[in-house]
Protein backbone atom coordinates (compact mmCIF):
# COMPACT_ATOMS: atom_id res chain seq x y z
CA UNK A 1 0.00 0.00 0.00
CA UNK A 2 1.48 3.33 -0.78
CA UNK A 3 2.13 6.16 1.43
CA UNK A 4 0.31 9.03 1.52
CA UNK A 5 2.26 12.14 0.35
CA UNK A 6 1.06 16.09 1.58
CA UNK A 7 0.81 17.95 0.04
CA UNK A 8 0.45 17.36 -3.53
CA UNK A 9 1.61 20.48 -4.79
CA UNK A 10 3.85 23.63 -3.32
CA UNK A 11 4.98 26.78 -5.06
CA UNK A 12 7.79 29.04 -2.64
CA UNK A 13 9.66 32.25 -3.52
CA UNK A 14 13.28 31.34 -3.36
CA UNK A 15 14.66 31.54 0.46
CA UNK A 16 11.18 30.22 1.79
CA UNK A 17 10.83 27.27 3.18
CA UNK A 18 9.04 23.97 3.16
CA UNK A 19 7.75 20.76 4.72
CA UNK A 20 7.00 17.30 2.89
CA UNK A 21 4.97 15.26 4.61
CA UNK A 22 4.48 10.95 4.41
CA UNK A 23 2.62 8.79 6.02
CA UNK A 24 1.75 5.34 6.21
CA UNK A 25 -0.45 2.54 7.53
CA UNK A 26 1.95 -0.19 7.88
CA UNK A 27 5.04 -0.26 10.50
CA UNK A 28 7.82 1.42 8.89
CA UNK A 29 11.94 0.11 9.19
CA UNK A 30 12.89 2.69 7.00
CA UNK A 31 11.71 6.19 4.97
CA UNK A 32 13.43 6.77 1.69
CA UNK A 33 13.03 10.08 0.52
CA UNK A 34 14.50 11.38 -3.35
CA UNK A 35 13.93 14.23 -5.65
CA UNK A 36 13.67 13.81 -9.22
CA UNK A 37 13.46 16.63 -12.24
CA UNK A 38 11.34 16.89 -14.83
CA UNK A 39 12.65 14.39 -17.38
CA UNK A 40 15.25 13.01 -15.61
CA UNK A 41 15.31 9.71 -13.09
CA UNK A 42 15.03 9.90 -8.81
CA UNK A 43 17.94 10.88 -7.14
CA UNK A 44 18.45 9.70 -3.43
CA UNK A 45 18.20 12.83 -0.63
CA UNK A 46 17.86 10.76 2.32
CA UNK A 47 17.45 8.11 4.67
CA UNK A 48 15.97 7.30 7.80
CA UNK A 49 16.24 3.96 9.76
CA UNK A 50 13.88 2.59 12.69
CA UNK A 51 15.85 3.69 15.57
CA UNK A 52 17.40 6.62 14.81
CA UNK A 53 19.85 6.44 12.53
CA UNK A 54 19.96 8.87 9.48
CA UNK A 55 22.03 9.22 6.47
CA UNK A 56 21.80 11.73 3.21
CA UNK A 57 21.74 15.78 2.18
CA UNK A 58 23.80 17.97 4.09
CA UNK A 59 20.78 20.79 3.61
CA UNK A 60 18.28 18.51 3.57
CA UNK A 61 16.78 17.47 7.02
CA UNK A 62 14.22 14.92 7.65
CA UNK A 63 12.30 13.45 11.06
CA UNK A 64 11.18 9.81 11.12
CA UNK A 65 8.60 9.50 13.69
CA UNK A 66 8.06 5.41 14.25
CA UNK A 67 5.05 5.46 16.59
CA UNK A 68 3.19 7.27 14.12
CA UNK A 69 4.45 5.32 10.96
CA UNK A 70 5.18 8.80 9.41
CA UNK A 71 8.06 11.13 8.08
CA UNK A 72 8.54 14.46 7.04
CA UNK A 73 11.09 16.18 4.70
CA UNK A 74 12.34 20.19 5.94
CA UNK A 75 13.50 22.07 3.00
CA UNK A 76 15.05 25.39 4.51
CA UNK A 77 16.01 28.92 2.72
CA UNK A 78 15.14 26.96 -1.02
CA UNK A 79 16.84 28.07 -3.90
CA UNK A 80 15.79 27.74 -7.12
CA UNK A 81 17.39 24.16 -7.71
CA UNK A 82 15.23 22.63 -4.79
CA UNK A 83 12.32 22.27 -7.73
CA UNK A 84 11.30 19.22 -8.67
CA UNK A 85 9.07 15.66 -7.53
CA UNK A 86 9.80 14.77 -3.81
CA UNK A 87 9.27 11.14 -3.26
CA UNK A 88 8.90 9.46 0.22
CA UNK A 89 9.89 5.60 -0.28
CA UNK A 90 8.86 3.68 3.23
CA UNK A 91 9.69 -0.15 3.26
CA UNK A 92 9.80 -3.09 5.71
CA UNK A 93 12.40 -5.10 6.90
CA UNK A 94 12.66 -7.10 3.36
CA UNK A 95 14.28 -3.70 1.51
CA UNK A 96 11.46 -3.75 -0.77
CA UNK A 97 10.35 0.17 -0.83
CA UNK A 98 6.88 1.36 -1.90
CA UNK A 99 6.71 5.05 -3.05
CA UNK A 100 4.30 7.86 -2.76
CA UNK A 101 2.44 9.64 -5.58
CA UNK A 102 4.65 12.56 -4.86
CA UNK A 103 4.75 16.49 -4.30
CA UNK A 104 5.74 18.57 -6.94
CA UNK A 105 7.62 22.16 -5.81
CA UNK A 106 8.59 24.95 -7.29
CA UNK A 107 10.84 27.41 -6.66
CA UNK A 108 10.35 31.03 -8.10
CA UNK A 109 12.87 33.35 -8.19
CA UNK B 1 29.59 6.37 -18.47
CA UNK B 2 26.09 5.71 -16.31
CA UNK B 3 26.69 3.66 -13.77
CA UNK B 4 23.08 2.08 -14.66
CA UNK B 5 22.56 1.58 -18.30
CA UNK B 6 19.10 1.30 -19.80
CA UNK B 7 17.98 0.36 -23.65
CA UNK B 8 16.43 1.24 -25.20
CA UNK B 9 15.67 5.11 -23.81
CA UNK B 10 12.69 5.36 -26.28
CA UNK B 11 10.48 2.73 -27.92
CA UNK B 12 6.67 3.11 -29.40
CA UNK B 13 5.55 -0.65 -30.39
CA UNK B 14 2.08 -1.97 -31.63
CA UNK B 15 -0.45 -3.75 -29.41
CA UNK B 16 0.48 -7.23 -29.01
CA UNK B 17 4.05 -7.33 -29.70
CA UNK B 18 7.38 -8.67 -27.62
CA UNK B 19 9.47 -6.03 -26.02
CA UNK B 20 12.21 -6.18 -24.08
CA UNK B 21 13.74 -3.60 -21.45
CA UNK B 22 16.96 -4.08 -20.87
CA UNK B 23 19.52 -2.58 -17.30
CA UNK B 24 22.98 -3.50 -16.71
CA UNK B 25 24.69 -1.63 -14.44
CA UNK B 26 28.35 -1.63 -12.86
CA UNK B 27 27.98 -1.07 -9.10
CA UNK B 28 28.58 -4.23 -8.24
CA UNK B 29 25.17 -4.11 -6.05
CA UNK B 30 23.74 -7.63 -6.04
CA UNK B 31 19.93 -6.34 -6.11
CA UNK B 32 17.71 -4.83 -8.54
CA UNK B 33 14.32 -3.61 -9.48
CA UNK B 34 12.04 -2.27 -12.32
CA UNK B 35 9.49 0.08 -11.33
CA UNK B 36 6.94 1.84 -13.50
CA UNK B 37 6.27 5.61 -13.30
CA UNK B 38 2.89 7.22 -14.69
CA UNK B 39 2.13 11.15 -14.05
CA UNK B 40 0.18 11.19 -10.65
CA UNK B 41 1.14 7.56 -9.46
CA UNK B 42 4.72 7.96 -8.26
CA UNK B 43 6.96 5.08 -8.42
CA UNK B 44 5.25 1.22 -8.82
CA UNK B 45 7.31 -1.85 -8.00
CA UNK B 46 7.34 -4.38 -10.89
CA UNK B 47 9.46 -6.92 -9.77
CA UNK B 48 12.87 -7.29 -7.42
CA UNK B 49 15.77 -9.53 -7.42
CA UNK B 50 17.86 -9.90 -4.34
CA UNK B 51 20.58 -11.92 -6.50
CA UNK B 52 20.55 -14.33 -9.42
CA UNK B 53 18.68 -16.97 -8.24
CA UNK B 54 16.19 -14.65 -6.39
CA UNK B 55 13.20 -12.87 -8.32
CA UNK B 56 10.30 -11.63 -6.85
CA UNK B 57 6.82 -10.38 -7.64
CA UNK B 58 6.32 -6.20 -7.14
CA UNK B 59 3.06 -4.72 -6.70
CA UNK B 60 1.73 -4.89 -10.00
CA UNK B 61 4.05 -7.78 -11.96
CA UNK B 62 0.43 -8.88 -13.75
CA UNK B 63 1.63 -9.18 -18.17
CA UNK B 64 5.31 -8.85 -17.26
CA UNK B 65 8.17 -11.48 -17.14
CA UNK B 66 12.27 -10.48 -16.14
CA UNK B 67 15.48 -12.50 -16.64
CA UNK B 68 18.26 -11.98 -14.56
CA UNK B 69 20.91 -13.18 -16.58
CA UNK B 70 23.75 -11.90 -14.18
CA UNK B 71 24.67 -9.96 -11.46
CA UNK B 72 24.64 -6.64 -13.40
CA UNK B 73 21.96 -7.21 -15.76
CA UNK B 74 18.26 -7.67 -15.19
CA UNK B 75 15.77 -7.63 -17.65
CA UNK B 76 11.76 -6.35 -18.04
CA UNK B 77 9.90 -8.12 -20.77
CA UNK B 78 6.38 -7.52 -22.50
CA UNK B 79 4.84 -11.05 -23.80
CA UNK B 80 2.01 -9.04 -25.55
CA UNK B 81 2.28 -5.34 -24.78
CA UNK B 82 -1.09 -3.41 -23.80
CA UNK B 83 -1.55 0.29 -24.33
CA UNK B 84 -1.91 0.92 -20.76
CA UNK B 85 1.55 -0.61 -20.49
CA UNK B 86 2.40 2.80 -21.69
CA UNK B 87 4.51 4.31 -19.20
CA UNK B 88 8.48 5.47 -18.21
CA UNK B 89 9.80 2.58 -16.81
CA UNK B 90 12.99 2.69 -14.42
CA UNK B 91 15.49 -0.06 -13.60
CA UNK B 92 17.35 0.70 -10.25
CA UNK B 93 20.01 -1.41 -8.06
CA UNK B 94 20.98 -1.34 -4.32
CA UNK B 95 24.08 -2.66 -2.07
CA UNK B 96 23.59 -5.87 -0.01
CA UNK B 97 22.59 -3.67 3.57
CA UNK B 98 20.17 -2.53 5.54
CA UNK B 99 20.95 1.26 3.80
CA UNK B 100 19.50 0.10 0.60
CA UNK B 101 20.28 3.64 -1.14
CA UNK B 102 18.42 3.16 -4.46
CA UNK B 103 20.66 4.15 -7.54
CA UNK B 104 18.62 4.63 -10.92
CA UNK B 105 18.94 4.36 -14.32
CA UNK B 106 17.61 7.27 -17.15
CA UNK B 107 14.39 5.48 -17.41
CA UNK B 108 13.13 3.75 -20.98
CA UNK B 109 10.03 5.70 -22.29
CA UNK B 110 7.81 3.05 -23.72
CA UNK B 111 4.75 3.62 -25.97
CA UNK B 112 2.02 1.12 -26.99
CA UNK B 113 -0.14 2.15 -29.73
Known amino acids: QQPVQSPQAVILREGEDAVINCSSS?????VHWYRQKHGEAPVFLMILLKGGEQKGHEKISASFNEKKQQSSLYLTASQLSYSGTYFC??????????FGKGTLLTVNP | DADVTQTPRNRITKTGKRIMLECSQT?????MYWYRQDPGLGLRLIYY???????NKGEISDGYSVSRQAQAKFSLSLESAIPNQTALYFC????????????FGEGSRLTVL
Open chain 2, 27 to 31: KGHDR
Open chain 2, 92 to 103: ATSERTFTGELF
Open chain 1, 26 to 30: KALYS
Open chain 1, 89 to 98: GTGGSNYKLT
Open chain 2, 49 to 55: SFDVKDI
